[in-house]
């Protein structure tokens, strides 16, 4: 694949998810019935500029380099686009009655993942944590008071056919979006198929009851998540095989929680599918047969005398 034309893809999808996101944060304060205060998504949001930015100065004055959001405007919003998804995600994911500082920790967490979590692969550097999942896993399993935002306020305000209208439009946005720009459709459907297998398999082996196991595929959270979060391009193999193996392996890791009675599975399942990926791809990239050393005679015997 072209390097360049990739880059533009992924600049495109970025900033059409951004515009998605923010849409769907202003219908949700507005019309459709969030719950969490109206200062949620601005702490998110600041808390993700400010660490995007600062972490980005840090390394560029470690590495002797330009600031990548120097140059204009156009750049810095561009440099953003990542931290603005990030810090409305876990605005509107998490709960935490009316404290601010959670939501500003998950955001933070969630930009340093990118930072900390991090591989060599090949000629390049690259995190693979999803950074809003991570953030949000993180903040749910350091501090247990806090939830995830009820799924219903998605669609509380919503009566009749708005029930439906607004999930069709998540689902016709998410699949455009992720066939033209992620090329995430393998991984949607593998995602599908395996979620509906674990519930299949839970009924089986534990008796639970398959309308309940499929349940959370008729909200919106869910349809969110299979569109938005579990497909994020950065975090994802590319091809096609490693995709559906991605997919199934993060249902197959649902599936696991929820028998074990582990709440907030679909969240906690992604971070463990992609911690486990990030062990594959360190132990791909690290060599069979590192090459010796060679040391020079002359250095051989300097350093022998000095012993």
């Known amino acids: 694949m072209n390097p360049a034309w990739a880059q533009t893809n992924r600049l495109g999808g970025l900033r059409r998810f951004a515009v998605a996101i923010s849409i769907l944060n202003i219908l949700g304060h507005t019309v459709l019935g969030f719950e969490q205060a109206w200062a949620t998504p601005f702490v998110g949001l600041a808390a993700a ?10 390394d560029a004055l470690l590495s002797h380099r330009r600031v990548r959001f120097g140059g204009g405007a156009a750049r810095l919003v561009d440099f953003l686009l990542s931290a603005h998804i990030s810090g409305l995600a876990v605005g509107m994911l998490l709960y935490a ?7 500003a920790f998950a955001a933070s967490a969630a930009i340093a993942s990118k930072t900390i979590f991090r591989l060599t692969v090949g ?10 999942n991570f953030g949000i896993s993180l903040t749910l399993l350091l501090f247990p008071w806090i939830g995830i935002a009820p799924p219903y306020h998605f669609t509380e305000d919503l009566v009749g056919a ?5 999930p069709g439009i998540i689902v016709c946005t998410g699949t455009l979006l992720n066939w033209r720009f992620t090329k995430r459709l393998p991984l949607i459907a593998a995602w599908l198929a395996g979620f509906i297998l674990q519930a299949l398999l839970r009924h089986w082996l534990f008796g639970a009851r398959i309308p309940s196991a499929l349940l959370p595929m008729t909200g919106v959270a869910f349809i969110l998540y299979t569109f938005y979060m579990v497909t994020d391009p950065a975090t994802t193999p590319s091809g096609t095989r490693a995709q559906i193996l991605f997919g199934a392996g993060v249902a197959l890791t649902y599936g696991v929680l929820m028998s074990l009675h582990i709440v907030f599975g679909l969240f906690f399942a992604l971070s463990i599918v992609c911690a486990l990926r990030g062990v594959a791809m360190a132990a791909k990239s690290r060599p069979a047969n590192p090459v010796p050393i060679r040391v020079p005679l002359e250095e051989a015997a300097v350093a022998g005398a000095h012993r």
Do not use: K
Request: proline content about 6%; cysteine-free.
């Open 123 to 132: 000629q390049s550097s690259r995190h693979f944590f999803n950074p809003s």
């Open 49 to 58: 500029y400010s660490t995007e930015l600062l972490l980005e100065w840090w």
């Open 162 to 166: 708005g029930d439906w209208i607004l």
């Open 97 to 103: 009655n009316e404290r601010m500082w959670p939501v």
